[in-house]
């Protein structure tokens, strides 16, 4: 016979819920002793989205095994918040966080980079290298597909929900509370590897003489040769940042 408990999602948990179970209880029926895991990722929710878990109102882990008549709160993680003093279900934030993203992401991995973050992107990345690389190099995992964060291997990720770029690229700066860690510009958008200052006279063979007539300031990347300066795609980029900051 098929026990019942009382389940309740907060916040932006609720995107993977059916309406009908959106910013309410409700009963959930399973058989046998799940773990408390099992029928969060049951109802679509991925582990790495939850940061707490309240049973019966005290905190417990995914390994928590469920009873009839249980009552469980789920919520969503806090990167902005220390709530350290209550068992976390998941390793500590990422204070210096770094990324991984899927294939679908390329032009929000083009935007990350430009902020200045750590970001890896290739668009033939398999599921199995991008579980294996988030987990093995502590990246955070981006990704359009819940199936791929329900993978126990990953212990951070998050499903970026809209399909427009500089959307996704605001969400991802409010979901992990990076407005102030942004280093615009420090990285290279094709490599990212780390840019540097580079004199005039060495720009000068390497881009056109009206630009080199015009900018004093190139910045170069050590492995693609890549050279920057601050033209008029700079400026459409720092107006993007901008316009992001304002919104924080």
């Known amino acids: 016979m098929a026990s019942t408990v009382s389940m309740r999602f907060y916040a932006e948990l609720n995107d993977f819920l059916l309406p009908e179970k959106r910013q309410v209880p409700f009963s959930h029926p399973f058989l046998g002793r799940p773990t408390v895991k099992d029928l969060i990722e049951s109802l679509g929710v991925p582990h790495t989205e939850v940061d ?137 958008m094709r490599c990212n590897e780390p840019l540097r200052a580079i004199p005039s006279a060495e720009a000068k063979s390497k881009v056109p003489h009206r630009v080199w007539e015009q900018f004093s300031s190139y910045k170069s990347c050590p492995v693609c040769g890549r050279i920057y300066w601050k033209g008029s795609h700079y400026q459409k980029m720092t107006s993007l940042i901008s316009l992001i900051r304002e919104k924080a």
Not at 123 to 134: F, G, I, K, M, Q
Not at 176 to 185: A, C, I, Q, V, Y
């Open 52 to 188: 707490l878990i309240l049973v019966d109102h005290k905190s417990v882990d995914f390994s928590c095994r469920v009873r009839d008549g249980n009552r469980i709160s789920i919520y969503p993680v806090f990167e902005a918040l220390d709530i350290s003093p209550i068992l976390r279900v998941r390793p500590e934030p990422l204070r210096e966080p770094s990324f991984i993203l899927d294939t679908h992401l390329g032009r929000l991995a083009g935007y990350l980079r430009m902020a200045g973050f750590d970001t890896l992107y290739q668009n033939n990345y398999t599921d199995e290298t991008l579980a294996s690389t988030s987990s093995g190099e502590k990246r955070i995992l981006l990704t359009r597909d819940r199936g791929l964060l329900k993978r126990s291997v990953v212990t951070h990720g998050y499903l970026v929900r809209s399909g427009n770029p500089q959307e996704q690229l605001k969400e991802v700066l409010h979901r992990f509370d990076l407005f102030n860690s942004m280093k615009p510009f420090s990285l290279c």
